[in-house]
């Protein structure tokens, strides 16, 4: 299973980009698929979730009214449009899929068997 992210860039504060990852290898339509992010000199961490399904999604408390997970399962592709822009957003934003996710671990890495490579998301001014 392979994840190819993409859409990354330097932007300013305020600005909106979205972010696809686009999975191939592997049954898209059964993974939970979620957006990780790591800023320089921190740890990775959660950022958003989606069900295989599509219809339970679930955010960060730092991007909660400001980014947006959605799937598109024909196309195996996931999306973060990110809007409103901060600073503290900058970060190399990861996408990751995995099965047999449950609720109460949809925040872990560990819950996620595949990842992507990562896009730097950079917002300056």
């Known amino acids: 299973v392979q994840l190819q992210a993409s859409g990354g860039g330097l932007v300013q504060p305020g600005d909106s980009l979205r972010l696809s990852c686009v999975v191939s290898?592997?049954?898209?339509?059964?993974?939970?698929m979620g957006w990780f992010r790591q800023a320089p000199g921190k740890e990775r961490e959660f950022v958003v979730a989606?069900?295989?399904?599509?219809?339970?999604?679930y955010d960060s408390d730092d991007v909660k009214g400001r980014f947006t997970i959605s799937r598109a399962n024909a196309q195996s592709t996931v999306y973060l449009q990110m809007n409103s822009l901060k600073p503290e957003d900058t970060a190399v934003y990861y996408c990751?899929?995995?099965?047999?996710?449950?609720?109460?671990?949809?925040?872990?890495?560990?819950?996620?068997?595949?990842w992507g490579q990562g896009t730097q998301v950079t917002v300056s001014s």
């Open positions: 990751a899929a995995g099965s047999g996710v449950i609720v109460s671990s949809r925040t872990s890495e560990t819950a996620y068997d595949y």
């Open positions: 290898g592997g049954s898209f339509r059964r993974y939970t």
């Open positions: 989606i069900s295989w399904s599509g219809g339970t999604t």
